[in-house]
């Protein structure tokens, strides 16, 4: 079945570790986005990618990173986790900015 | 960036029509809106997209006025499947890329019996 998956479902992290979130999609969409969703803040947008090649820095990309070396990739690396990046990740696609969003399934992350 | 803003919960009985309405003053002439959907421990779920007007699906009416700076997402007889969270988003539609998008603390709609 076509759609994006995430990788892991869940992790609980020490503070201070090294951490890679997975996103692959197989629908051959241009655009790739990671969200952060937090209780009272709704969804915010950490980086995104147009195209694969290019990467932009969303409303809160502090402490995050990401790379786009292929179409169906798109991973976000935490360099060294701090307790407030527990949270709740999406990641999603589109064939076009703005065109409709599909998200994945979310990977819940605790940082300890 | 446009910011939006909603009511933060809605309440309802099932088979009524319930709207809910997005504030978005500072829209550009390039942007669009979207309404997501989405349930607990799921990713939100694409429900409409309208730029002026009123846009119509299976599902649901976008009421847009003539200013752009609200819209009104509207859901007909509502069932207790309802329940979720709804999310106005506004950013351009093609190639403005994703630095123009926003979405709101959404709204969180709950429909009873």
């Known amino acids: 079945i076509a759609g994006i998956t995430q990788a892991p479902t869940s992790q609980i992290l020490a503070a201070g570790r090294r951490m890679t979130l997975r996103c692959t999609q197989d629908?051959?969409?241009?655009?790739m986005y990671w969200y952060r969703q937090d209780l009272g803040l709704g969804l915010r947008l950490i980086h995104y990618s147009n195209t694969a090649g290019t990467t932009g820095k969303g409303e809160v990309p502090d402490g995050y990173s990401v790379s786009r070396a292929n179409t169906d990739d798109f991973p976000l690396t935490l360099a060294s986790a701090v307790p407030s990046q527990t949270s709740v990740y999406f990641c999603a696609s589109s064939d076009e900015p703005t065109d409709e969003q599909f998200f994945g399934p979310g990977t819940r992350l605790t940082v300890l | 960036l446009a910011k939006t803003t909603q009511p933060i919960s809605m309440d309802s009985y099932e088979g009524q029509e319930v709207n809910i309405t997005c504030s978005h003053n500072?829209?550009?002439?390039?942007?669009?809106i979207t309404w997501y959907q989405q349930f607990p421990s799921q990713g939100p779920r694409f429900i409409i997209q309208?730029?002026?007007t009123k846009v119509t699906n299976e599902v649901a009416s976008l009421f847009i006025p003539a200013d752009r700076k609200s819209s009104t997402l509207s859901l007909p007889r509502v069932s207790l499947s309802d329940t979720a969270v709804y999310y106005c988003l506004v950013g351009p539609r093609r190639g403005g890329g994703a630095d123009g998008l926003t979405f709101g603390k959404g709204t969180h709609l709950i429909i009873q019996p």
């Open positions: 309208g730029y002026k």
């Open positions: 500072n829209i550009a002439t390039n942007d669009y």
């Open positions: 629908m051959r969409h241009n655009a």
